[in-house]
T-cell receptor, first 114, second 111 residues
Framework: KQEVTQIPAALSVPEGENLVLNCSFTDSAIYNLQWFRQDPGKGLTSLLLIQSSQREQTSGRLNASLDKSSGRSTLYIAASQPGDSATYLC?????????????FGSGTRLQVQP | NAGVTQTPKFQVLKTGQSMTLQCAQDMNHEYMSWYRQDPGMGLRLIHYSVGAGITDQGEVPNGYNVSRSTTEDFPLRLLSAAPSQTSVYFCAIKGVNTEAFFGQGTRLTVV
């Protein structure tokens, strides 16, 4: 059974710092990996989607990498801002056909101090 | 979260009551699913559907029913609500090679 772990569970940094959020998964037979942002009391907003054949994806100040063989992904946030404060979730999609289900980590709760 | 509409946003039920959580999409994606989110446990898959007329169980299906009569709608039914079903419920949609899109969630409390 696929398990997804996110470390750290919570992180507090001063504004302007570059930071890295970690995601690891136990079964490397994934189709893709997706990073989400969730604000308190809100739904999930997709940030980046990395296909299994890709090594990284970039969007603005965000960069996500994927090392499928070692079962790891990182989300790099450059020059953090208070508006980046949220919970960040990673999720992997199984290779098994049909289900297209996502297995989620428990998230990293990020607080960026002004 | 354009494209996925969940209703209601909040609901309080008494133990034993039944209700239906609605999910509607306007993106014509074939894959729809329901997740529940509990503190410290991430999101867990309840049921999913790969197209109209096809549904299947996810990781935590007990106590829930689904149906998919159209591409647009995927309602989740609680047959007899229990306090353990207090949670936030999310509906998600996905195309063949697209990212997953989530609704805003339904916060359910069973007393």
């Amino acid at each position: 059974k696929q398990e997804v772990t996110q470390i750290p569970a919570a992180l507090s940094v001063p504004e302007g710092e570059n930071l890295v959020l970690n995601c690891s998964f136990t079964d490397s037979a994934i189709y893709n990996l997706q990073w989400f942002r969730q604000d308190p009391g809100k739904g999930l907003t997709s940030l980046l989607l990395i296909q299994s054949s890709q090594r990284e994806q970039t969007s603005g100040r965000l960069n996500a990498s994927l090392d499928k063989s070692s079962g790891r992904s990182t989300l790099y946030i450059a020059a953090s801002q208070p508006g980046d404060s949220a919970t960040y979730l990673c999720a992997v999609r199984h290779m098994d056909t049909g289900r297209r289900a996502l297995t989620f980590g428990s998230g990293t709760r990020l607080q960026v101090q002004p | 979260n354009a494209g996925v509409t969940q209703t209601p946003k909040f609901q309080v039920l008494k133990t034993g009551q039944s209700m239906t959580l609605q999910c509607a999409q306007d993106m014509n994606h074939e894959y729809m699913s329901w997740y529940r989110q509990d503190p410290g446990m991430g999101l867990r898959l309840i049921h999913y559907s790969v197209g109209a007329g096809i549904t299947d169980q996810g990781e935590v299906p007990n106590g829930y029913n689904v149906s998919r009569s159209t591409t647009e709608d995927f309602p989740l039914r609680l047959l007899s609500a229990a306090p353990s079903q207090t949670s936030v419920y999310f509906c998600a949609i996905k195309g063949v090679n697209t990212e997953a899109f989530f609704g805003q969630g339904t916060r359910l409390t069973v007393v």
